[in-house]
């Protein structure tokens, strides 16, 4: 930490089209604030930014479908997501808006400067219009016949019917969704970033500057520049959104994942006067906190844009999580599968550190991970409330009824190596927590902090201090304890000890516990703070590990509960909750939906001779590997062992099967297809599918035989 100054954190800009889940939480506004607390506890001179992305193609379908203007749900939704964050702790600086004059304003000056330094190309390209409306059309403004499935109603990037992902030109009788009307093709100006310009540099500055960034956003970003990057518009038709202030771009705007990274520059402007130190400082560290599948534009896009324009820092680093999918099934607004923080806080009032902690110990640090409503209640009741909760309560419990409610003395003369042990943990807890923390590993730092708490409750159970009480007491009176004889009264100053040693070494792991949770857990810790009667300055970072933060002789208030159970009933309302939001949301599409007929069979094509068929080979592989290719929604490519020999295959099935679960399949290949470039990738065969309603299925032996065997 040493080489940097101060410390500029960023959380992704949520669109202000919905409110936020806890996907949304788990994947980076949780792993930003605690960050960020551990940060602000060491006394780092750090800000924390975020706001909502308010421009955009999702806010004007959410306003269309809401029968309102853009501005009434950015308003609204802005409101929502800045009261749910609020509510859960996350500890924004500032929680900006990019449709504010600040933003708009510090967008078009950074346009102008690359224009001005002649950074863009200048290209036109026919695109869909409505005559009626007289406007482009987004993709989603588009709607026709899917090709797939026959559903008439398919969006022109995706049908929600059969899920497949689409393009306008691929539509059947492609029409506005605004007027009804016809489409025409007309030819539009648009200003690219040429990205492929800045290949060189952005390899220099991430495979050969950065190899310490996670695998999955290291790798993500390797096969992007792999694959070689191309010219990217930054600019769109649209009448909503940041306008390109140049004179001859009426109806343009900027294209939004241009304007939304410079977010949080305009937010850091909004938040203080200072805003250059910390965006323009070599001596500042900029962490971007998000989610996988924003990684391309905050480690490409971005930096990119921060480099043409000059005079930025770039980031040090990008800390990407992996999605949270729930109850086994991924998240989905559309179908209303989500858990949905503002639900979660009416439904669980002060208990946000319960899912705080929940989403932290599973997050998908690595991979998807899943969140369960049993999960949530197991790790409640066996590890906050079992381990931690309970330790602090039978340290401060046991305090009140055998030290009079004060912190007791040490008596280093009855110390033992048990004590010893332990007060060393102190000091290894800490630099285990801050080695996990300073390199985001954020599930492994806060395991730990449930580990000091565990040791904490070994130690009170292995030293019984309710038990020596009880043969204390017996001696004072003049008897014998009937299950410890060997105490006598000449041991009563020694038990004494034994008592205090134990609870003061008890009460002062009960204050690092505050500290150590307190990035965590703020709202708990708060509670420690409160019944320890100390003020919050003990919460930083360089008191961790230090056994005098409760001083001898302090009165301390009465034990609070810090958690309670979560019982059954919960748990199954919550996932009835579920169930019900989804069938809610499949109902209501589909009284929407108009009936459509199920696709009839394919109709069978022209007769061939047997000479005709004679001339395919058609041989059994066994798939080897399988990888999406870059920046292509539908295809896969495969490695295909056809015996003599292994040909690479581009397929379009990526809709339709996962790579991981295909390989070791078996499949049938024309092996004597002419080869095509897909993608810049050349691809040696083709694999036969059949299609069933809609789903791909391999046209493959009925049982396993030997790669390349023909098929006749």
């Known amino acids: 930490m040493a080489k940097f100054n101060r410390y500029l954190i960023t959380a992704a800009l949520p669109y202000a089209n919905g409110p936020v889940h806890i996907g949304h939480l788990a994947g980076c506004y949780l792993p930003a604030d605690i960050y960020v607390r551990y940060l602000r506890a060491k006394k780092a001179d750090v800000k924390f930014v975020c706001g909502t992305d308010e421009h955009g193609v999702p806010i004007t379908i959410k306003a269309m479908k809401e029968g309102v203007s853009p501005q009434d749900v950015v308003d609204k939704y802005h409101k929502i997501i800045g009261d749910s964050f609020a509510a859960m702790g996350i500890s924004f600086d500032i929680f900006a808006r990019t449709s504010a004059p600040i933003h708009h304003q510090t967008s078009q000056d950074f346009f102008l400067k690359m224009y001005n330094d002649g950074l863009f190309e200048e290209k036109e390209s026919e695109q869909f219009f409505d005559p009626e409306k007289e406007m482009f059309l987004a993709d989603r403004y588009i709607i026709g016949t899917c090709p797939n499935c026959g559903n008439d109603k398919a969006y022109g990037d995706q049908c929600e019917r059969c899920g497949r992902t689409l393009s306008p030109d691929e539509l059947i009788n492609p029409h506005s969704a605004l007027s009804n009307a016809p489409l025409v093709k007309k030819k539009t100006k648009h200003w690219y970033m040429p990205l492929q310009n800045y290949e060189p540099w952005l390899k220099e500055y991430i495979i050969d500057g950065h190899k310490e960034w996670k695998n999955n956003v290291y790798g993500q970003c390797k096969s992007w520049l792999d694959s070689g990057l191309q010219s990217r518009a930054m600019t769109r038709d649209s009448n909503w959104g940041i306008k390109v202030p140049l004179p001859d771009a009426e109806g343009k705007v900027l294209y939004v994942w241009f304007d939304a990274p410079i977010g949080y520059i305009s937010a850091t402007k909004e938040l203080t006067d200072n805003w250059a130190d910390y965006w323009c400082k070599d001596d500042t560290k900029l962490v971007h906190f998000i989610g ?421």
Request: aromatic share 8%; charged share 25%; with cysteine.
């Open 292 to 712: 996988k599948d924003n990684i391309v534009f905050h480690c490409i896009i971005f930096p990119a844009m921060l480099k043409a324009h000059g005079g930025f820092v770039l980031p040090d680093n990008v800390p990407a999580n992996e999605f949270l999918n729930i109850e086994g099934e991924k998240v989905s607004t559309s179908r209303n599968w989500a858990v949905w923080v503002n639900d979660y806080i009416e439904d669980f009032p002060d208990q946000q550190d319960v899912l705080r902690y929940v989403l932290c110990a599973t997050a998908p640090e690595t991979k998807d991970n899943d969140f369960t409503w049993k999960d949530f209640q197991d790790r409640n009741n066996s590890e906050l409330v079992a381990v931690f909760g309970n330790f602090v309560n039978r340290a401060m419990v046991l305090m009140h009824k055998l030290c009079g409610g004060k912190v007791p003395p040490l008596h280093p003369e009855f110390m033992n190596d048990g004590d010893t042990e332990i007060l060393k943990e102190f000091g290894l807890a800490k630099e285990k927590i801050e080695t996990s923390l300073e390199t985001y590993r954020f599930r492994e730092a806060l395991s730990e902090v449930i580990e000091f708490a565990r040791k904490g409750n070994q130690y009170l159970q292995k030293n019984e201090p309710w038990i020596l009480a009880s043969v204390l007491e017996k001696l004072k009176n003049g008897e014998q304890h009937a299950k410890y004889p060997q105490y006598e009264e000449k041991d009563i100053a020694f038990l004494q000890g034994r008592i205090d040693i134990c609870l003061h070494i008890a009460l002062q792991m009960t204050a690092n516990l505050a500290i150590f949770s307190h990035p965590f857990l703020p709202f708990t810790a708060k509670k420690i703070c409160h019944m320890l009667k100390v003020v919050d300055r003990m919460l930083d970072w360089e008191n961790a590990g230090s056994d005098k933060l409760v001083n001898v002789g302090y009165s301390l208030r009465p034990p609070e509960l810090l958690f309670k159970q979560v019982e059954n009933e919960q748990v199954t309302a919550q996932v009835e909750k579920l169930h019900a939001g989804l069938k809610q949301a499949m109902d209501a599409a589909a009284a929407a939906a108009p009936a459509v007929e199920e696709a009839p069979p394919a109709p069978a094509k022209p007769e061939i001779q047997y000479d005709d068929f004679a001339k395919l080979d058609l041989r059994v592989g066994t798939i080897l590997q399988a990888e999406k290719v870059a920046k292509a929604d539908k295809l896969l490519k495969l490695l295909v062992d056809i015996g003599t020999e292994q040909r690479t295959v581009v397929s379009g099935i990526a809709m339709h099967f996962n790579p991981e679960d295909i390989v070791g399949k078996q499949v049938t290949l024309v092996a004597n297809l002419a080869p095509r470039k897909m993608r810049g990738i050349e691809s040696q065969g083709m694999i036969l599918m059949a299609e069933d309603k809609g789903k791909l299925v391999f046209v493959n032996p009925a049982e396993a035989i030997t790669p390349g065997s023909g098929v006749s």
